[in-house]
């Protein structure tokens, strides 16, 4: 099974937030992760900017001093 180790990026940096990760949904408030089990952990403020299949590796951004998305993407 294909179990994701979930970072996010806060500018520059990345933290490694959870491990084992299976189920991901985006809602506009956030992320929402979940492990095998099902147990479910929020992240407010962010937005998906990765992943990677081949190295299990998901990266979330943090937007919550971003006015703007496309800012996010733009690199502005």
């Known amino acids: 099974m294909c179990e994701f180790n979930v970072f996010l990026k806060k500018g520059d940096e990345e933290e ?14 956030g992320v929402e ?12 403020n962010s ?15 943090d937007v919550s001093n971003n006015s703007k998305i496309s800012e996010i993407f733009s690199g502005k």
């Open 33 to 44: 992760l979940r492990d095998p089990l099902g147990v479910p952990l929020f992240i407010k």
């Open 47 to 61: 937005i998906i900017e990765n992943v990677d299949v081949m190295s299990e590796k998901l990266v979330l951004i």
């Open 16 to 29: 490694k937030i959870a491990e084992n990760i299976v189920k991901v949904h985006t809602y506009n408030q």
